[in-house]
């Protein structure tokens, strides 16, 4: 298995709190990814990284940031958390660009109140 | 834009059944395609790939063969056990380009579908 550590695997806080999560792989890949899931919508990508310090959106970034100060860590950060962005949240690793599988950690899973 | 269309769920089975989870996508470029299996409370396992027409993939008794004719990646097994109920999900990879011209490996995801095998 992929060597991606995701933490914390649970948390639950409330409406407006920030709230960061940690991606840690041990691949040195340079591509991560933070996916959300639910229900009926299958993964949709949220910030992906092609490299240290480099970072872009995906399709639903909105009211998340992300940050990438080392190969190995990918955090993803809630400013001001909404009931909205309750969800599971898992992040994924590729070596290449394309036409190669995402490896993904076993998630996160963020209850907002 | 890509988009990957599975059929809706749940799917229950008898042991032993065959299963067919049908795919079919839609992509402007030559995706690869990817069946991962999700078992309750883990993350993602990539369950079996194909990166070309008329390619199959197979794993664990687990096949699908990249149909370019009928953008299709079908995914079959012979006889299915308890210990398959999960979730499956189809995708594709394929380039994808932000606003800034960087690159970067795109997976669309279908839906999902909820399997239960009762033995």
């Known amino acids: 298995d992929a060597g991606i550590t995701q933490s914390p695997r649970h948390k639950v806080t409330e409406t407006g709190t920030p709230v960061t999560l940690r991606c840690h792989q041990t691949?040195?890949?340079?591509?991560m990814y933070w996916y959300r899931q639910d229900p009926g919508h299958g993964l949709r990508l949220i910030h992906y990284?092609?490299?240290?310090?480099?970072?872009d959106k995906g399709e639903v970034s909105d009211g998340y940031s992300v940050s990438r100060s080392k190969t190995e860590d990918f955090l993803l950060t809630l400013e001001s958390a909404t009931s909205s962005q309750t969800s599971v949240y898992f992040c994924?690793?590729?070596?290449?660009?394309?036409?190669?599988?995402?490896?993904f950690g076993d998630g996160t899973r963020l209850s907002i109140l | 834009g890509d988009s990957v269309t599975q059929m809706e769920g749940p799917v229950t089975l008898s042991e032993e059944a065959f299963l067919t989870i049908n795919c079919t996508y839609t992509?402007?470029?030559?995706?690869?395609l990817f069946w991962y299996v999700q078992y309750p409370g883990e993350g993602l396992q990539l369950l079996l790939k194909?990166?070309?027409?008329?390619d199959k993939g197979s794993n664990k008794g687990f096949e699908a063969t990249y149909r370019k004719e009928t953008t299709s990646f079908h995914l079959e097994k012979g006889s299915v056990q308890v210990s398959d109920s999960a979730v499956y999900f189809c995708?594709?990879?394929?380039?994808?380009?932000?606003?800034?011209?960087?690159?970067?490996?795109?997976?669309?995801f279908g839906q999902g579908t909820i399997l239960t095998v009762h033995p």
């Open positions: 994924a690793i590729s070596e290449f660009r394309s036409n190669q599988p995402q490896h």
């Open positions: 691949e040195n890949h340079r591509y």
């Open positions: 990284s092609y490299g240290v310090k480099d970072t």
């Open positions: 992509a402007t470029g030559y995706p690869s």
């Open positions: 194909a990166t070309k027409a008329d």
């Open positions: 995708a594709l990879s394929d380039l994808g380009a932000n606003a800034g011209g960087t690159s970067y490996g795109k997976l669309t």
